[in-house]
């Protein structure tokens, strides 16, 4: 079972930045995508970036440009650099990973951080 936790969100006002850790309980070159995702209130969970083991990396169109995803796989840790925040990018933000494991998708979630962009 591979542990998954977020920290860095928090309360920021339009226009800031925030960035969100998500560290792994084991190597993450594992063959791991790793991914963020978000749900807002009342919406379903929405993909917001992806990084394979491999660095190819695919972004939202709603944050393309403002949004950085990157691994530092020493460290087992996967990063979401959010620059111009606005008040839509409001939402629990959840790090996922998967891998084919005995020919069987494994997925794992953390506990989620929440991003509160308001002034």
């Known amino acids: 079972q591979v542990q998954l936790v977020e920290s860095g969100g928090g309360l920021v006002q339009p226009g800031g930045s925030l960035r969100l850790s998500c560290a792994a309980s084991e190597n993450i070159t594992n063959g791991f995508i790793m991914s963020w995702y978000r749900q807002a209130p009342r919406n379903e969970r929405e993909m917001v970036a992806i990084a394979t083991a491999g660095g190819i990396t695919k972004y939202a169109d709603s944050v393309k440009g403002r949004f950085s995803i990157s691994r530092d796989n020493a460290k087992n840790t996967m990063y979401l650099q959010m620059n111009s925040l606005n008040p839509d990018d409001t939402a629990v933000y959840y790090c996922?990973?998967?891998?084919?494991?005995?020919?069987?998708?494994?997925?794992?979630w953390g506990q989620g951080t929440q991003v509160t962009v308001s002034s």
């Open positions: 996922k990973a998967e891998r084919v494991r005995d020919g069987v998708w494994r997925t794992y």
